[in-house]
Structures are given as C-alpha cells and as structure tokens.
Nanobody, 116 residues
Framework: QVQLVESGGGLVQAGGSLRLSCAASGISFSVRAMYWYRQAPGKQRELVARITSSGGSTYYSDSVKGRFTISRDNTKKTVYLQINSLKFEDTGVYYC?????????WGKGTLVTVSS
C-alpha cells in the first residue's frame, strides 16, 4: 500500500521559512522522481518542484525559483521542500506526489499559511 505523508506546514510570517517533509512507503522510492505541488485557495493545483530519483536534477516553477529547494534522502524514503522568503501568495496546501506503476499517488497535504 502506497502512502505519502506530508508534514511541516504551519502559520508563518512573510519572510519566514519552513521545511516540509514527505515520508513515503510502499513505493520504489529510490528509483522514482518525486514532486511537490501546491493548491492555493480557489486555484488549481500546480507543480512547484520536482527532483529526479538520484537527486541530481531538480525543477522549480518560476514563482518559487530561488526561494524553494527540493531535496531527498533515499535511505529515509523522504523528500523535503525547504521554503525560504515566504510570501503571502505561497499560502496553500502542499502535496507530495509520486507515480508508481503508472498510478498517480498523493498525500493528504500539509497547510502552509503565510501572514502579512
């Protein structure tokens, strides 16, 4: 059974930082790219970061480039998202995503709320 469990969200002031974690089980974690998405209130879910299985290559959306850092620890089957210089528009639910055997899996998300 595949499980993705996000943690680390919370209420933070603009300019602050958070580190999100996603613990994976039931997937071949070390050979899978991992993704972080977010969904702001009233908006569609969007991809914010991706990391290859080895961690050697990353992708960031333009809106987070330079502020977010995705990383992974294959020994712990965990992917991280370091979020710095938080902006009000970063508010939303952050989801971890993986594809295993052609099936898209999602965690339940962790809420990030940025206050002004």
């Amino acid at each position: 059974q595949v499980q993705l469990v996000e943690s680390g969200g919370g209420l933070v002031q603009a300019g602050g930082s958070l580190r999100l974690s996603c613990a994976a089980s039931g997937i071949s974690f070390s050979v899978r790219a991992m993704y972080w998405y977010r969904q702001a209130p009233g908006k569609q879910r969007e991809l914010v970061a991706r990391i290859t299985s080895s961690g050697g290559s990353t992708y960031y959306s333009d809106s987070v480039k330079g502020r977010f850092t995705i990383s992974r620890d294959n020994t712990k089957k965990t992917v991280y998202l370091q979020i710095n210089s938080l902006k009000f528009e970063d508010t939303g639910v952050y989801y971890c995503n993986a594809v295993e055997n052609g099936v898209n899996y999602w965690g339940k998300g962790t809420l990030v709320t940025v206050s002004s």
